[in-house]
């Protein structure tokens, strides 16, 4: 069973930085598309970047200059940097990878990044 396992969130003031990973496992990892997904309470999920094979990414308007989402095919794993935290950003972050093909999707189980003074 294909898992996605995510870690770095966290609590941090305006303006600080964060990384966020996720380690996938028990896939074809050049086969997904992989991107971060974020849903704060009362909202629904949200796209915030999407990374494909070879690198072409794509991040939403909210948070383009501010995060970087990056993959490594070595390691399996897809990381989202994030920077010049704002409170607005605060939701879980969620892992997510998509098979263009299949149509299959996964989801990670999550990660709480809280942006508060």
């Known amino acids: 069973q294909v898992q996605l396992v995510e870690s770095g969130g966290g609590m941090v003031q305006p303006g600080g930085s964060l990384e966020l990973s996720c380690a996938a496992s028990?896939?074809?990892?050049?086969?997904?598309?992989m991107g971060w997904y974020r849903q704060a309470p009362g909202n629904q999920r949200e796209v915030v970047a999407r990374?494909?094979?070879?690198?072409?990414?794509d991040h939403a308007d909210s948070v383009k200059g501010r995060f970087t989402i990056s993959r490594d095919h070595a390691t399996q794993t897809v990381k989202l940097q994030m920077k010049s935290l704002k409170p607005e950003d605060t939701a879980g972050y969620y892992c997510?990878?998509?098979?263009?093909?299949?149509?299959?999707?996964?989801w990670g189980q999550g990660t709480q990044v809280t942006v508060s003074s």
């Open positions: 997510n990878a998509f098979a263009t093909n299949t149509r299959q999707n996964y």
């Open positions: 028990r896939l074809i990892f050049s086969l997904y598309v």
């Open positions: 990374v494909i094979d070879g690198g072409i990414t």
